[in-house]
């Protein structure tokens, strides 16, 4: 086992290939079946797992990653978008190291944030000032405001988190 707790060794001063990115690839998976919708984090550190805004606590983040921290300096390399997966592939164990700590590459800006209690009040005064199921997907949406040649339309709305289609049903 490598040092930095790698379950397969990988060996210094080689590329690690495509299997270890792959591998890192698949214990990265194991982020989604733990995915919450932004308004049922808790308090505290998360992590977005990726472009569709989901994130997990940091709690199951650690979990996850326990155990393969150069996995998971190789994934964020990939995932970043920084690096393309076959950059990666020919890095060697120390190369993704110092190109995870390079100052340039920052992953928290990417990957971390915070939910603090004032999210948590904003999104439960931003659900009382909505009558409930107004954003559901695929409702039905009846609205004064807009003009007819939106009836029928279909509207996306995006509040922290996934957007969300309505369909124009009538305009009053």
């Known amino acids: 086992m490598a040092h930095d707790g790698t379950r397969e060794?990988?060996?210094e001063g080689l590329p690690v290939g495509a299997a270890f990115v792959e591998r890192a690839h698949g214990i990265a998976d194991g982020l989604n079946g733990r995915a919450m919708d932004w308004t049922e984090l808790p308090v505290g550190g998360c992590f977005r797992i990726n472009d569709m805004g989901d994130c997990v606590t940091a709690e199951s983040w650690d979990e996850v990653w326990e155990g393969h921290r150069l996995e998971e300096q190789a994934w964020m390399l990939c995932a970043n978008g920084r690096y393309p997966a076959a950059d990666v592939e020919a890095m060697t164990p120390e190369g993704i190291r110092a190109a995870y700590d390079d100052p340039d590459f920052q992953?928290?800006?990417?990957?971390?944030?915070?939910?603090?209690?004032?999210?948590?009040?904003?999104?439960?005064?931003?659900?009382?000032?909505?009558?409930?199921?107004a954003f559901r997907p695929g409702a039905l949406m009846r609205c004064g405001a807009l003009t007819p040649w939106c009836q029928g339309a279909t509207l996306s709305f995006c509040v922290h988190?996934?957007?969300?289609?309505?369909?124009v049903l009538d305009v009053v």
């Not at 988190?161 to 369909?167: D, K």
């Open 107 to 133: 992953p928290d800006c990417a990957f971390y944030t915070e939910r603090y209690d004032w999210d948590v009040e904003a999104d439960q005064a931003e659900a009382d000032a909505v009558p409930a199921g």
């Open 161 to 167: 988190g996934p957007c969300v289609e309505t369909t």
């Open 9 to 11: 060794a990988v060996r």
